[in-house]
């Protein structure tokens, strides 16, 4: 079955019908389990049927890829754990800075994984979701994603993994992105025959969704490519002069209550970086040269969910490989 949308009829669909066979879910992100975005999902995801918990960062911990604490004993809070969730990190400011210890998006999601998945249901999870990201992950930046990163471990272990990226956090929106996470969930399982598994063994998927969710153009399937949808990171030697950097530092002066008008918040952003070397962000700098209309960075902007298949894996083509094969042919063996 084609899939395609009106973002209505996944609604009705969400709300009438339940899936043929719940899945048991391990939901996480890099956001932290306070967003909007992983508790409406969370919601949505045991509305429509299925078996879900929650193993999220306790923190913020957006473009930490793949990262991880090793042997660093890390807080767990598992004070919400009868109703499924829990959160990964510490949280208590004080602690001095090398005593501190994140929960990364990959730590949290290992503790879904191996911790409240065998204590849920005694076995690894059918899939994990990570997500959604408040904010797309497109291209060359899903190397540095955390959503990702939480993603490809699962991937990793042979468990079938699902990267959600919206637009932004907003809440209402929230609720049309897991109308959509859950019609793809169906339709996976509607093609799944039984005894195997919702998606090959070391397969992913990364989904992005539209900033219009309310009149998106329906899913597409494409290549995650290197396009990041007009997004690129670069290094500054003074971040104060970066105006889209400062736009986010200082929307978060305003909601931290600082400053009341986004004037002042830019004033105080600039004062606090000025002459700080660091890495900014530049939108539609051409710093990246891929274009192809199977890109999802491509595809996004024309206002299609997309979906990109991934492997966890930075193992090059067979093509590329044996053209370096050649070019190193006297050295090897």
Same mark, same amino acid.
């Given at each position: 079955?084609?899939?395609?949308?009106?973002?209505?009829?996944?609604?009705?669909?969400?709300?009438?019908?339940?899936?043929?066979?719940?899945?048991?879910?391990?939901?996480?992100?890099?956001?932290?389990?306070?967003?909007?975005?992983?508790?409406?999902?969370?919601?949505?995801?045991?509305?429509?049927?299925?078996?879900?918990?929650?193993?999220?960062?306790?923190?913020? &911990?957006?473009?930490?890829?793949?990262?991880?604490?090793?042997?660093?004993?890390?807080?767990?809070?598992?004070?919400?754990?009868?109703?499924?969730?829990?959160?990964?990190?510490?949280?208590?400011?004080?602690?001095?800075?090398?005593?501190?210890?994140?929960?990364?998006?990959?730590?949290?999601?290992?503790?879904?994984?191996?911790?409240?998945?065998?204590?849920?249901?005694?076995?690894?999870?059918?899939?994990?979701?990570?997500?959604?990201?408040?904010?797309?992950?497109?291209?060359?930046?899903?190397?540095?994603?955390?959503?990702?990163?939480?993603?490809?471990?699962?991937?990793?272990?042979?468990?079938?993994?699902? =990267?959600?990226?919206?637009?932004?956090?907003?809440?209402?929106?929230?609720?049309?992105?897991?109308?959509?996470?859950?019609?793809?969930?169906?339709?996976?399982?509607?093609?799944?025959?039984?005894?195997?598994?919702?998606?090959?063994?070391?397969?992913?998927?990364?989904?992005?969704?539209?900033?219009?969710?309310?009149?998106?153009?329906?899913?597409?399937?494409?290549?995650?490519?290197?396009?990041?949808?007009?997004?690129?990171?670069?290094?500054?030697?003074?971040?104060?002069?970066?105006?889209?950097?400062?736009?986010?530092?200082?929307?978060?002066?305003?909601?931290?209550?600082?400053?009341?008008?986004?004037?002042?918040?830019?004033?105080?952003? &600039?004062? &606090?970086?000025?002459?700080?070397?660091?890495?900014?962000?530049?939108?539609? =700098?051409?710093?990246?040269?891929?274009?192809?209309?199977?890109?999802?960075?491509?595809?996004?902007? &024309?206002?299609?969910?997309?979906?990109?298949?991934?492997?966890?894996?930075?193992?090059?083509?067979?093509?590329?490989?044996?053209?370096?094969?050649?070019?190193?042919?006297?050295?090897?063996?």
């Amino acid at each position: 079955m084609k899939l395609h949308t009106l973002i209505t009829s996944a609604i009705t669909a969400a709300s009438l019908s339940l899936p043929a066979s719940a899945l048991n879910i391990v939901l996480t992100n890099d956001d932290s389990w306070a967003t909007d975005n992983i508790q409406v999902l969370f919601t949505e995801l045991k509305a429509a049927g299925h078996d879900v918990v929650m193993a999220a960062p306790c923190t913020g &911990q957006s473009g930490k890829g793949g990262a991880i604490h090793f042997m660093e004993a890390v807080n767990v809070d598992r004070s919400q754990v009868d109703q499924g969730q829990v959160c990964v990190g510490d949280t208590d400011e004080s602690v001095p800075f090398d005593e501190f210890v994140e929960g990364t998006p990959v730590m949290a999601a290992l503790y879904g994984i191996d911790v409240l998945a065998n204590e849920t249901w005694g076995h690894a999870p059918d899939v994990l979701i990570s997500g959604p990201n408040e904010g797309n992950n497109l291209g060359y930046l899903t190397n540095n994603s955390g959503t990702l990163g939480a993603a490809n471990i699962a991937i990793a272990r042979g468990i079938p993994a699902i =990267a959600v990226s919206a637009a932004d956090g907003d809440a209402d929106k929230a609720v049309l992105v897991a109308a959509a996470v859950n019609q793809l969930l169906a339709e996976l399982e509607a093609n799944r025959a039984e005894g195997e598994p919702l998606l090959p063994k070391f397969t992913g998927l990364n989904v992005n969704t539209p900033a219009n969710m309310v009149n998106h153009q329906g899913f597409k399937f494409a290549n995650v490519g290197w396009n990041s949808g007009g997004i690129e990171v670069q290094f500054t030697d003074d971040l104060s002069q970066n105006t889209t950097a400062m736009g986010y530092v200082a929307q978060g002066v305003i909601a931290a209550g600082y400053a009341s008008t986004m004037e002042e918040a830019m004033a105080i952003a &600039q004062a &606090q970086y000025s002459g700080k070397a660091g890495v900014g962000i530049a939108l539609d =700098a051409g710093l990246v040269d891929d274009n192809h209309e199977t890109s999802e960075g491509v595809l996004l902007g &024309q206002d299609y969910i997309t979906i990109s298949t991934i492997e966890a894996n930075v193992q090059a083509s067979r093509a590329k490989t044996a053209l370096t094969e050649i070019k190193l042919n006297g050295l090897t063996q």
